[in-house]
């Protein structure tokens, strides 16, 4: 499993939740990673991506200002801080990267198996 994502659960609304990626292979320290999430029913969608070295970060609209990616590359993990969670948020969770995934869009190559979310109402 080259990425593993975790930290998903169940939580009220309003209430918060931290996932993280752990990635095997250092080669992921060069890399973009991105959190993405499948609602039931509903299309994959893209909620935040953060470049090698943690500089810059991307939002979907939908969680500017609630979510934050960070990464750690010496304990070669990606988080994603979710505050002021809604139950529009509930999906599984997945962490995703490779050489060509950019901030915006590119093509992630890598994935992890999903973590669920729950936010009750």
């Known amino acids: 499993v080259q990425l593993q994502a975790s930290g998903g659960g169940l939580v009220q609304a309003g209430g918060s939740l931290r996932l993280s990626c752990v990635y095997s292979d250092d080669l992921f320290s060069r890399y973009t990673v991105g959190w993405f999430r499948q609602a039931p029913a509903k299309e994959r969608e893209f909620v935040a991506s953060?470049?090698?070295?943690?500089?810059?970060?991307n939002y979907a609209d939908s969680v500017k200002g609630r979510f934050t990616i960070s990464r750690d590359n010496a304990e070669k993990s990606v988080y994603l801080q979710m505050n002021s969670l809604k139950p529009e948020d509930t999906a599984v969770y997945y962490c995703?990267?490779?050489?060509?995934?950019?901030?915006?869009?590119?093509?992630?190559?890598?994935w992890g198996q999903g973590t669920l979310v729950t936010v009750s109402s």
């Open positions: 995703a990267s490779g050489p060509k995934a950019r901030l915006v869009s590119g093509l992630y190559d890598y």
């Open positions: 953060i470049i090698w070295n943690g500089i810059t970060a």
